[in-house]
T-cell receptor
Framework: LAKTTQPISMDSYEGQEVNITCSHN???????ITWYQQFPSQGPRFIIQ???TKVTNEVASLFIPADRKSSTLSLPRVSLSDTAVYYC???????????FGSGTRLSIRP | NAGVTQTPKFRVLKTGQSMTLLCAQD?????MYWYRQDPGMGLRLIHY???????AKGEVPDGYNVSRLKKQNFLLGLESAAPSQTSVYFC???????????FGPGTRLTVL
């Protein structure tokens, strides 16, 4: 059974690095892992995507270990504006399923 | 470019009424999706389309129908609304199935 699991909430402070982990069982070699950010009353917005090892863009990094049963979104030097809900999404090609995690509510304090 | 737009933004229905939600995208994307998001929960896929004239069921398709007659539009229909369908509905599109999805602003639907 395909399932995507994340922590419900996390707290951090401005300037810190934040790591949010997502667990995804039964993931296949070519299944992509994507992370989205959502602010209240808005649609989710793309952050980063990958399917193996490490991907980095201007706002985040995505780490995927060799067994691919989990992935970690890393936000360097967070600010108050990073307070939002973060979702991981896995597209399970073997079952043609698109499964969002339940979201991690990140709160950043001054 | 407007990206992904949704009509209407808000709607209140009585139990048993029907309605259609419209999603439009101007990015020439092949894939389109309809999700629902209940309070404090993640998004659940209702139906999706991999191209004009095609539709497929997602995780929670019961009580909904969809149509993709034109590539840029994806319609979500509720034939007989129920209170359990009170939710925020998001439409999204992507060029291919594994690409970044672009989301619309959402439609807040209340069924009394």
């Amino acid at each position: 059974l395909a399932k995507t699991t994340q922590p419900i909430s996390m707290d951090s402070y401005e300037g810190q690095e934040v790591n949010i982990t997502c667990s995804h069982n039964n993931i296949a070699t070519n299944d992509y892992i994507t992370w989205y950010q959502q602010f209240p009353s808005q649609g989710p917005r793309f952050i980063i995507q990958g399917y193996k090892t490490k991907v980095t863009n201007e706002v985040a990094s995505l780490f995927i270990p060799a067994d691919r049963k989990s992935s970690t979104l890393s936000l360097p030097r967070v600010s108050l504006s990073d307070t939002a809900v973060y979702y991981c999404l896995v597209m399970y090609s073997s079952a043609s399923k698109i499964i969002f995690g339940s979201g991690t509510r990140l709160s950043i304090r001054p | 470019n407007a990206g992904v737009t949704q009509t209407p933004k808000f709607r209140v229905l009585k139990t048993g009424q029907s309605m259609t939600l419209l999603c439009a995208q101007d990015m020439n994307h092949e894939y389109m999706y309809w999700y629902r998001q209940d309070p404090g929960m993640g998004l659940r896929l209702i139906h999706y389309s991999v191209g004009e004239g095609t539709t497929a069921k997602g995780e929670v398709p019961d009580g909904y129908n969809v149509s993709r007659l034109k590539k840029q539009n994806f319609l979500l229909g509720l034939e007989s609304a129920a209170p359990s369908q009170t939710s925020v509905y998001f439409c999204a599109s992507s060029q291919l199935g594994y690409n970044e999805q672009f989301f619309g602003p959402g439609t807040r639907l209340t069924v009394l």
